[in-house]
């Protein structure tokens, strides 16, 4: 096996240990756009809790307010940083969530203004790319996936191993919603466009197809 496959590999064995949380945590992420392309974005989520009924087990997704400053804040230097609001953490009650592995879930939420939508691509989950083409806003999203190359050339072990990650994405998601001025014209190669909105749900089963093409998230936005 070449070590283009071992790379690939050994990403699997790093994120395998942790893709059991991924059924139980659910992201939920909201972008409102005022007039001139400012705004705000609220990211809520639930996550399974450590033995203190504080702290994430998912490192990415801290539920203290320091924690997620410092996230946000991070590769910004000495520059004063973007700063959260509204913050709310809360510890589940048990009839709130259903999850044999794990004893307590917390909830958090809180929301970022922005002046430049190019402020959030540090922010936000995949590889976030913004640019103005005209009076339009384009906005590209991408969810790092295996090749197809990389498929296509494992052993049967391997395969195996794709085979019961994806088995334990197969119900995770995360929902993703942009709210707009109603006479804003929107257009979306994933999701659902309403008046005033565009809805779109990511399958975590998703970061494991082959098409590389199925994973960009592009979104265009003039608001007259």
Request: aromatic share 14%.
């Amino acid at each position: 096996m070449n070590f283009r496959n071992n790379k690939y590999l050994i990403y699997i064995f790093l994120i395998l240990p942790f893709l059991t949380f991924y059924n139980c945590f659910d992201y939920e992420e909201t972008i409102t756009f005022k007039k001139g392309y400012s705004g705000t974005v609220e990211i809520t989520y639930s996550v399974p809790l450590k033995e203190d009924k504080k702290s994430s087990m998912i490192r990415f997704l801290p539920t203290q307010k320091a924690a997620i400053q410092a996230k946000i804040n991070q590769g910004m230097g000495n520059t004063i940083g973007t700063k959260i609001r509204d913050y709310q953490f809360r510890l589940l009650e048990k009839g709130e969530f259903d999850e044999p592995f794990f004893e307590n879930k917390g909830r958090v939420s809180y929301k970022i203004d922005f002046i430049e939508i190019s402020e959030l691509e540090r922010m936000l989950p995949g590889n976030m790319i913004t640019k103005f083409k005209g009076k339009s806003l384009v906005i590209k999203r991408e969810f790092p996936s295996l090749t197809s190359e990389f498929l296509e050339e494992t052993s049967v072990g391997e395969k195996k191993i794709i085979n019961e990650t994806g088995k334990l994405l197969k119900e995770g998601k995360m929902s993703f919603r942009i709210l707009f001025p109603s006479n804003t014209e929107c257009y979306s190669n994933k999701g659902t466009i309403n008046l005033g909105s565009l809805n779109y749900v990511y399958p975590l089963s998703d970061s494991l197809e082959s098409q590389r093409n199925a994973k960009i998230w592009e979104i265009k936005l003039r608001i007259f």
